[in-house]
RNA sequence: GGGGGUGUAGCUCAGGUGGCAGAGCAACGGCCUUUUAAGCCGUGGGCCGAUGGUUCGAUUCCAUCCACCCUCACCA
């Protein structure tokens, strides 16, 4: 006797303890299938012409008894298929089988010859039947399966299974990385990977995920990028390399930020932002019409067209466009008195430099939906890049922004050791002073570009965002396949 | 972290000026040999997110908490 009243996974539970007293392995460790379900309807005039008898797989996912005989449709990973099963066919043991003990979520191997019904429908006609595998618990309901945001995500093989767009978007995701893959390395770069657990985090700014390697009795960190491996790599002779992994960032959690994300880092040696540029541009390129069939990519209501070449326009002019006001040479009491004016939030401890980067968040990177470079920033706020020739205060830099989204960063590398350690120095400095984001000292790191580094450009791109914008998601949770929640209870 | 929203059956959702909790799908029993949101007859299923308060009585009112969503901030 239950305890209590039979719910659908108890009731499920007695039947699989039926099947194991009728004799019938509710697990069996083989299946056999002549085709999937997609091919079978591509040869299905074939197969009824040729009354061929086949044996196909796939998951119940509906199912309709009309006494004698009953219809059910099977899925796999490829479409979907109606069985018809008729008693006098197939006798009265199999068919009680079906009837009985089959529910709506198992697996079935079915074998048969193909047949239109009346309202035209390609079904297979039953001869035999194997279950192949039980599902316990019942799949959500038929046609308005999972809505729950909570268990969309919880759940996601159900929203998958029951949703094909769901699925049909992480089979995008797939050719992205693929696509990227298959012109970087006809380009000739070459893919590598670079240590995730790191003795020291560099290469961004961000707060690291910590842990702790027991045998080495040492703290490491999780990659916030792969930036200074990757240069390492080019200090080794590979002139053009790209690495494509998680990221880890300690931070918070909103539609454009997972605490682990993929990016796609590229590195070139005698190469110079301009170049990173122009691969960037085409790159984007490719992967749009190679993924979506067209260079017109809508997002949320609004089209973009990347036909034309993108836009490249420097951090000043652009901000001094956006606002009217050129704030290059301006002081710390003219630019707060404009934070001020427009009600932007500041911190008041921020270093001028940070405070323009406010104002250009603001009033420009949400403003920049057509897809453009901004290029040529201030030293202050890029450690890692070489200064542009014949200035003081600027970096070759670029950021690649599309859609208000910070796409790509990407810089002409700063080769010179001498020049690197004093940056380093200056993030120490802001360290010392609280910003836990600052970048720290990397002896290794400089020891490696002390024994040459050749001139290099450099570029990330968040694989994640551009998953986003070529699939129409609102937020990075519907590109990722797994993202972190908090357990139940 | 601030603000807003949501949480009722396995799933999708109703409901209630405070008085034994509702539907469809799914499940269970029966009828039905071309259905496809199959149909018809019948049955079972609920800590109404959690805890506390007010009350004769709370799923409903109040407070706190938890989870998720949106939004702002953070993520240079």
């Known amino acids: 006797m239950e305890p209590n009243p039979p719910n659908e996974r108890t009731v499920r539970l007695n039947k699989l303890h039926q099947l194991s007293q009728m004799g ?4 069996p460790a083989r299946a056999k299938s002549d085709m999937t379900l997609k091919n079978l309807l591509e040869k299905f005039e074939e197969f009824v012409k040729s ?3 086949i044996t196909v797989c796939g998951r119940v996912i509906s199912k309709r008894l009309h006494g004698k005989s009953a219809f059910a449709h099977i899925k796999d990973g490829s479409a979907s298929f109606q069985i018809y099963a008729k008693l006098d066919l197939i006798g009265e043991d199999k068919y009680n089988l079906f009837k009985k003990m089959i529910d709506v979520g198992d697996f079935l191997q079915i074998t048969g010859t193909l047949f239109r019904t009346r309202t035209e429908e390609e079904t297979i006609l039953v001869e035999d039947l194997k279950l192949l595998s039980k599902a316990l618990l019942p ?11 909570d268990k969309r995500i919880r759940y996601r093989y159900l929203d998958m299974l029951m949703d094909s767009e769901v699925k049909e978007r992480f089979i995008i995701r797939a050719k992205i990385t693929s696509t990227i893959r298959n012109y970087l390395d006809s380009l000739g770069y070459i893919e590598v990977e670079t240590p ?17 390697h027991n045998a080495m009795d040492m703290k490491l960190y999780l990659r916030i990028a792969t930036e200074l491996y990757l240069k390492r790599v080019i200090i080794g002779g590979i002139d053009k390399v790209y690495e494509i992994g998680k990221d880890f960032r300690n931070e918070g959690i909103d539609r454009m930020h997972n605490p682990e994300f993929t990016m796609i880092e590229i590195y070139q040696a005698f190469a110079d932002y301009y170049d990173m540029m122009d691969l960037t541009e085409n790159l984007v390129k490719y992967i749009a019409e190679k993924t979506t069939g067209t260079l017109k990519i809508n997002y949320q209501e609004t089209t973009t067209e990347l036909t034309k070449p993108f836009a490249r326009i420097s951090f000043w002019e652009i901000i001094e466009k956006r606002t009217g006001r050129n704030f290059r040479d301006s002081t710390r009491d003219q630019l707060i008195a404009y934070l001020e004016d427009q009600h932007i939030e500041y911190d008041p401890k921020a270093s001028n430099y940070v405070l323009v980067d406010e104002i250009f968040k603001e009033r420009v990177e949400r403003a920049l939906i057509e897809p453009t470079f901004i290029i040529d920033y201030p030293l202050e706020l890029s450690p890692l890049a070489k200064r542009k020739s014949g200035t003081k205060s600027i970096v070759e830099r670029f950021e690649f922004f599309w859609y208000g989204f910070e796409i790509a960063n990407a ?9 690197q350690r004093a940056r380093f120095e200056e993030q120490m400095k802001l360290r010392a002073k609280g910003n836990l984001e600052a970048q720290v000292m990397d002896e290794d790191f400089l020891t490696a ?4 580094m050749p001139p290099t450009a450099g570029m990330g791109m968040g694989i994640d965002r551009i998953v986003m914008i ?13 993202p972190l929640q908090r357990p139940l209870k």
Do not use: C, M
């Open 24 to 27: 019938i392995d509710s697990y």
């Open 51 to 53: 009354k061929k008898t």
């Open 139 to 149: 799949l959500p309901e038929k046609w308005h399966g999972l809505v729950d945001e």
């Open 196 to 212: 995730i657990l790191q003795r020291l985090y560099g290469g961004a700014f961000a707060k690291p995920f910590e842990t702790h």
């Open 411 to 419: 810089f002409t590398e700063l080769n010179d050791p001498i020049d």
């Open 449 to 452: 570009i002390e024994h040459g």
């Open 470 to 482: 070529l699939t129409n998601s609102y937020s990075l949770k519907d590109v990722i396949l797994f």
